[in-house]
C-alpha cells in the first residue's frame, strides 16, 4: 500500500479539510513521530505540530481567518466546561448566570447552549457530562473518518482502531472500504422523499394539458392516468402544471385570446438545444490520482480536475490499458455527463481515448497544463452545459465528429483540443482514430 492513496491535495501551503486534520490525529493517536507523519501525508512538520496542538486544546476545525468575532474566548470555554460539570443546575439559564458570575462574561444562554453543544455537552442540564463526540450509533464527521483512516496508514488493524477510538468495527471497516474504493471521506446523503412522477411522466402531462380540452383538473387527472399509468392524484396533478407554467382554467390551457394556439417563442434553452457542437462539453484537464482494478474488467479512477474534491470515474479500460500505467498520469476528462452507478458507486465524468477495433490510447494533455484546465476549439466559442441530456443525445453527436489527425492531434471538425498557451492533445501512435 502507498503511503499516500486519496490523500492527494494534503500539499503544502493549503487549508486542512477537517478530514485531513483527523488523518494528522489518527496517526499522533497511532505513536507516529512528528517525522513520520509529516514524511507519510506529505506535510511541513510545522503543520503537523500545529493540528495536533490544536487537538490537545480541544480545536478540531480550521479556526476562522475574519469575520464575525467569538463570543467567548478560550479561557471563557474552559471556565464554562468547569461550571457545567461540577454544578447540577436545574435549567440553562441558570447555569448560564452562574457562568456569568465565575467569568465576567457578558453572553445569553443562546450562545451558552450553543458552546456547550459544540463541546459535546448532551442531554438534561442537570446531568450533564462530557461525551466523547465519537460514540456508538452516531454519524461520524469528517474529522473522525480523517483519525480513522490515519490510523489505517499507520498499519493499525480493524480491531485496533476501533479499540483506540472506541467505534464499532464495522463502522471503522465501513469507512476505510469506502475510502480505498474511491477517495470518499464524507457522510453520503440519506434517501429523502422520491418524486411521484418521472420525467417521462411529466412530458405526459404537459401533452395532455396542451391537446385536450377538459372541463376541469380532476378529468385531466383521470385522462393523464389512462394515458402514462401513473396513479397519482389529482393535486399532485396542479401542483405539477403550475410548476410547469400552466395557469388558468384546465379548458383554456395552452390558448390565447381569440381561442387561437400560442405559439412558443423559442427560450434561450431551445435554441442552444438546436445549435449542438463541442462547446456544449465540459472538456477539462485531469489528473489520476488512485487507480484501483475492479472485479468484471472495470477500473476505479480518483481522478483531480482543479475542484474541492477529486472525482471517481468507472471505466472499461482495463483490457486496454493496465492499471499500474494509469496510476499518477494526466487525461482529457468529460465532465458534464449525468452520473451514473455502477456497483454502488458513482461515476461523475469520462476519460476521453483514441479508439479501433484493437488498440485504445489515453489522450495526453500538452505539456505544463494542469488540473482543471479547460479544452477549448477555435471556432466553436460558448459555455458548455451544466449537464449533458443523455435524452437529447448530445454527446452522441458531437462524438460522431472527434477524431485524431494525421499529426495524431485531438479534433472536432479539424479544431484540435487545445489548452490556452499551454499546446494541443494528442494520442501517442495513433492517427485518424475516432475519440469516445
Known amino acids: 500500500m502507498s503511503s499516500l492513496h486519496n490523500s492527494a491535495g494534503m500539499g503544502r501551503g493549503e487549508e486542512l ?28 512538520r510545522s503543520t503537523v505540530r500545529y493540528v495536533i496542538l490544536q487537538w490537545k486544546r480541544g480545536v478540531t476545525t480550521a479556526l476562522p481567518r475574519s ?36 467569568s465576567g462574561a457578558n453572553v445569553s444562554s443562546g450562545t451558552v447552549r450553543r458552546e456547550l453543544h459544540a463541546m459535546g455537552f448532551r442531554g438534561r442540564v442537570s446531568t450533564y457530562s462530557k461525551s466523547k463526540g465519537m460514540g456508538r450509533g452516531e454519524e461520524l464527521s469528517d474529522f473522525q473518518r480523517g483519525t480513522v483512516v490515519g490510523c489505517h ?15 464499532p468495527r ?55 392516468q389512462s394515458v402514462s399509468g401513473a396513479s397519482v392524484s389529482f393535486r399532485t396533478v396542479r401542483r405539477e402544471l403550475q410548476t410547469m407554467g400552466f395557469r388558468g ?27 449542438v457542437d463541442v462547446s456544449r462539453l465540459d472538456l477539462r484537464v485531469g489528473h489520476i490520482i488512485t487507480a484501483l482494478q475492479l472485479p468484471d474488467s472495470d477500473n476505479l ?40 452507478t455502477v456497483r454502488g458507486m458513482v461515476s461523475t465524468a469520462m476519460v476521453l481515448c483514441a479508439s479501433s477495433s484493437d488498440k485504445v490510447e489515453i489522450l495526453d494533455p500538452p505539456g505544463g497544463a494542469v488540473p482543471g484546465d479547460r479544452i477549448i476549439f477555435q471556432g466553436f466559442p460558448g459555455e458548455p452545459d ?51
Open 67 to 102: 469575520g464575525r468575532p467569538q463570543k467567548l474566548r478560550e479561557e471563557d470555554r474552559q471556565a464554562l466546561e468547569k461550571v457545567a460539570l461540577e454544578t447540577r443546575l436545574p435549567s440553562m439559564k441558570a447555569l448560564t448566570s452562574e457562568f456569568q458570575s465565575v
Open 386 to 436: 451544466k449537464e449533458l441530456n443523455p435524452k437529447k443525445k448530445v454527446w452522441e453527436q458531437i462524438q460522431a465528429d472527434l477524431r485524431t489527425d494525421g499529426q495524431f492531434v485531438a479534433t472536432y471538425k479539424g479544431a484540435a483540443f487545445e489548452v490556452a498557451g499551454k499546446g494541443v492533445c494528442k494520442a501517442k501512435t495513433m492517427s485518424n482514430s475516432e475519440i469516445k
Open 153 to 167: 496508514l499507520c498499519n493499525k488493524s480493524v480491531r485496533e482502531i476501533a479499540a483506540l477510538l472506541n467505534l
Open 170 to 224: 464495522s463502522t471503522v471497516s465501513s469507512v476505510i472500504l469506502k475510502w480505498k474504493r474511491g477517495g470518499i471521506t464524507t457522510a453520503l446523503p440519506r434517501s429523502g422523499r422520491p418524486h411521484k412522477l418521472k420525467e417521462e411522466d411529466r412530458q405526459a402531462l404537459e401533452k395532455v394539458a396542451l391537446e385536450t380540452r377538459l372541463p376541469s383538473i380532476k378529468a385531466l387527472a383521470s385522462e393523464f
Open 301 to 340: 479512477y480518483v481522478v483531480d480536475v482543479g475542484e474541492v474534491s477529486p472525482r471517481t470515474v468507472i471505466g472499461k479500460l482495463a483490457k486496454h490499458i493496465p492499471v499500474d500505467q494509469m496510476q499518477n498520469r494526466m487525461v482529457v476528462l468529460l465532465c458534464n455527463l449525468r452520473p451514473v
Open 17 to 44: 479539510s477537517d478530514f485531513q486534520r483527523g488523518t494528522v490525529i489518527g496517526c499522533h493517536l497511532s505513536k507516529k513521530s512528528l517525522r513520520e507523519i509529516s514524511a507519510l501525508l506529505n506535510l511541513p
Open 249 to 275: 382554467r384546465v379548458s383554456k390551457y395552452g390558448k390565447g385570446k381569440g381561442g387561437k394556439k400560442v405559439e412558443k417563442k423559442p427560450t434561450a434553452s431551445s435554441q442552444q438545444d438546436a445549435m
